[in-house]
């Protein structure tokens, strides 16, 4: 049965690997990138049946957007992988204050996830990209409040990511099936 699966940050690495996997087992697949060259790139090595999606996911408003966009052309979304995310970057607090790593690696998943539920059914699946690195979370640095290590943001971000997977897997009814998986143990 053809499926249609979401992957964010589908541009390389796991993401587009993963795209080409499912691309060539017959499933439609969406692919999610910021960087359009790359995107197209991405597009033209997966083939078949995709299509591209542009958002900045350190704007959480260019993930509504994105989560609009997707709900207006497909009534259906079997699989969303969230795979995107951020250890280092030039510029890690971004212009509202917040770390980059909390935007990009588990405010925007959940906020996609939470926009895209509607249209995920009972039998479909969220599948989150954590990690093996994670730290307690500090809850004033998720707000921006106080400043982080790249690797110390980065554990936070992954251990927050997991947790909210765990409690939206056991708290809502009729949710798909929700897992947070470190793709290092899998390798």
């Known amino acids: 049965m053809t499926k ?3 992957i964010t940050g589908s541009t390389d690495g796991i993401g587009l690997l993963t795209a080409k996997k499912l691309a060539a087992g ?4 969406l692919l999610h990138g910021r960087n359009v060259p790359k995107l197209e790139s991405a597009a033209a090595e997966v083939g078949r049946d995709v299509e591209t ?14 989560a609009k966009q997707i709900r207006t052309k497909h009534a259906n979304l079997d699989v969303l992988i ?5 250890l280092k970057a030039p510029q890690t607090v971004l212009e509202n204050g917040q770390d980059i790593r909390f935007v990009v ?3 925007a998943p959940y906020l996609l996830t939470e926009l895209l ?3 995920i059914p009972a039998e479909g699946r969220v599948v989150n990209l954590s990690s093996a690195a994670q730290a307690p979370v500090n809850i004033r640095a998720m707000q921006g409040n106080v400043p ?3 690797m110390d943001a980065y554990a936070q971000s992954k251990l927050a990511i997991t947790i ?3 409690e939206w897997g056991t708290s809502l009814s009729d949710a798909p099936v929700m897992v947070a998986v470190n793709p290092g143990s899998l390798v």
């Open 4 to 6: 249609t699966i979401l």
């Open 26 to 29: 017959g499933h439609k697949v």
């Open 53 to 66: 999606y542009n958002a900045d996911l350190s704007d959480l408003a260019a993930v509504r957007k994105l």
């Open 82 to 86: 969230n795979n995107a995310g951020v």
């Open 105 to 107: 690696n588990t405010l």
């Open 117 to 119: 539920l509607p249209i």
């Open 148 to 150: 982080l290590a790249d």
């Open 164 to 166: 909210w997977t765990r």
